[in-house]
C-alpha cells in the first residue's frame, strides 16, 4: 500500500470482482482498513464485499490507498488453513 512512506491508490473500477484492500481516511482522522471483494464502482462510490457477507459503501475521495490481493486460500479439510513452507 506504501513505498518508501508514501501511500498509493492501486484499484480501478477494472477490478470490480477482484479481492482488494481498500485503507480509507477517517472523519474524525486516521485509516481504517477494508478488505474484501469490488461488487461495483460507480458515481465515485466503492461497494467492497467482505467475507462475512457484509458489504462496504466506499466514496472514492475516501481512499487514501488501495491493491488488488490474493484470493482467501482454501481450508484444509480439517478446518485449519494451509501450513506455509
Same mark, same amino acid.
Given at each position: +500500500?506504501? +513505498?518508501?512512506?508514501?501511500?498509493?491508490?492501486? %484499484?480501478?473500477?477494472?477490478?470490480?470482482?477482484?479481492?482488494?484492500?481498500?485503507?480509507? =481516511?477517517?472523519p474524525g482522522?486516521?485509516?481504517?482498513? %477494508?478488505v474484501g471483494?469490488?461488487?461495483?464502482?460507480?458515481?465515485?462510490?466503492?461497494?467492497?464485499?467482505?467475507?462475512?457477507? =457484509?458489504?462496504?459503501?466506499?466514496?472514492?475521495s475516501s481512499?487514501?490507498?488501495?491493491?488488488?490481493?490474493?484470493?482467501?486460500?482454501?481450508?484444509?479439510?480439517?478446518?485449519?488453513?494451509?501450513? +506455509?513452507?
Amino acid at each position: +500500500m506504501h +513505498m518508501g512512506g508514501r501511500l498509493v491508490h492501486r %484499484i480501478t473500477p477494472e477490478d470490480v470482482g477482484r479481492r482488494v484492500s481498500v485503507r480509507i =481516511s477517517l472523519p474524525g482522522g486516521g485509516f481504517t482498513d %477494508i478488505v474484501g471483494v469490488v461488487e461495483s464502482w460507480a458515481g465515485g462510490v466503492i461497494t467492497v464485499r467482505r467475507r462475512d457477507g =457484509s458489504a462496504v459503501e466506499v466514496e472514492e475521495s475516501s481512499v487514501a490507498a488501495s491493491r488488488v490481493v490474493p484470493p482467501v486460500p482454501p481450508r484444509r479439510r480439517d478446518g485449519r488453513p494451509p501450513r +506455509m513452507p
